[in-house]
């Protein structure tokens, strides 16, 4: 398996504190990402969730307010281990705020490459549901409980 990243880079048309509040707090978490028992913005936390049948378990090891929140991602019932960052920045825009996301995901080779549903391209497909759809619906004003992530 490949080692390269996947990697999927979003433009949205709000500000950034706006799309950091989306990721950083767990009232936005419930409306477009996945339920979470509780969520505090420390280095160390940990927090899971279940998406489908899997229990991920992830621990945010970085953080610098409205630029960058980075955290493992793994299940605890397999093997691996991998890091999911997120990266903001402001694009000038003289219309609209404009904020431009890069999610970067490294370590998935290291999962069962046997379970198809840790493919890279299980991963490419339900990180571009999640940014471009999900997230981009409730941060551009279309916020629809059917749209979160299972």
């Known amino acids: 398996m490949s ?18 509040d989306a990721l950083t707090t767990k009232a936005a978490f419930d409306k477009w990402y996945f339920d979470i028992d509780e969520f505090v913005l420390e280095e160390g936390f940990e927090f899971e969730f279940y998406g489908g049948s899997y229990l991920h378990h992830c621990k945010i090891v970085d953080f610098a307010p409205q630029s960058k929140l980075v955290y493992t991602w793994k299940y605890p019932v397999y093997e691996g281990n991998s890091v999911v960052t997120f990266l903001l920045e402001v694009i000038e825009n003289e219309f609209v705020p404009q904020t431009k996301l890069t999610l970067i995901h490294e370590g998935i080779e290291s999962f069962p490459p046997e379970d198809k549903n840790f493919s890279r391209e299980s991963f490419e497909a339900g990180w571009s549901e999640i940014i471009r759809i999900s997230l981009k619906s409730y941060l551009e004003g279309n916020v629809d409980d059917d749209l979160k992530v299972e």
Do not use: G, Q, R
């Open 3 to 20: 080692a390269k990243p996947v990697v999927v880079v979003e433009i949205f048309d709000t500000s950034i504190d706006k799309v950091w």
